[in-house]
């Protein structure tokens, strides 16, 4: 029901055990073609799961409570994973490569991305300046990183405006009310993720008072997809960091 342990089930070539999957999924793509739909996020076909008679089901986070709740009322096994950090993130990586019989190779690929990590940070510490980052997971409210995402634009680099907001798990928490503040935070490098929805830049620079935030100033507006840094699994801890890297570089090329 979370396109995160489809991604790390398809890695560690375990993608036959996979019955069902997330309608979110995209990551790989062939899972799409290969995979029937059975989940959104916060619902599910709990009949057409029910008939795939799975030993055991995936989820992520208390908003997958309800669905859990009611799949373990009909007898099925359910793990439910709540990973909001980058160490988080590993060890569910290792917990469901262990389920699956390959706790090994989960072990040397999780040591290859925490290597991979490890020196992007090494990289990132070159730098003359640090720029600040406001990465907007939603425009409207406008809501700010989550953890990992904060976490990963560290290592990567730069600093995120709203590293207080990041401790909160759910975006509810993380809005912030009074746009006026990101102005105020001053903002080197705007990201946007909108969850699914296309970013747009012209919009975030037309804001009202955002004329003057450096971001606006110098172009520095980009898009990262959601599904390449807000699933909180492979694809973040990857593709995900590696454009945060490039365009905290380019960034630092030109105004560091």
């Not at 406001?134 to 809501?143: G, L, M, Q, R, V």
Request: contains cysteine; glycine residues 8%.
């Amino acid at each position: 029901m979370t396109e995160e342990t489809t991604e790390w089930l398809y890695l560690l070539g375990q993608s036959a055990r996979i019955v069902g999957i997330s309608g979110y999924t995209v990551r790989p793509k062939i899972a799409r073609a290969e995979k029937p739909r059975i989940s959104a996020f916060t619902s599910a076909k709990i009949d057409k799961i029910l008939a795939l008679k799975p030993d055991c089901v995936f989820g992520f986070s208390d908003l997958q409570a309800d669905i859990a709740a009611i799949l373990i009322r009909h007898g099925v096994q359910v793990t439910i994973f709540n990973q909001r950090s980058v160490d988080e993130i590993f060890t569910m990586l290792y917990q469901v490569a262990a389920m699956v019989g390959e706790a090994e190779q989960g072990l040397q690929r999780i040591q290859q991305m925490q290597l991979h990590l490890q020196t992007i940070q090494t990289a990132a510490k070159s730098l003359l300046r640090r720029p600040r980052v406001y990465f907007e997971e939603w425009d409207e409210p406008p809501i700010s990183a989550i953890r990992w995402v904060s976490e990963l634009t560290g290592i990567a680099g730069g600093d995120d405006c709203f590293p207080e907001l990041a401790q909160q798990s759910l975006g509810k928490n993380r809005i912030i009310a009074d746009p006026i503040e990101i102005v105020s935070r001053q903002p080197d490098i705007i990201i946007g993720s909108w969850c699914g929805k296309k970013f747009n830049p012209q919009r975030v620079a037309s804001r009202s008072g955002w004329q003057d935030v450096p971001a606006v100033k110098n172009g520095q507006l980009f898009e990262i997809k959601s599904a390449d840094i807000l699933q909180p699994g492979p694809a973040a801890l990857t593709d995900g960091v590696d454009q945060l890297h490039r365009i905290i570089l380019q960034w630092a090329i030109k105004h560091g």
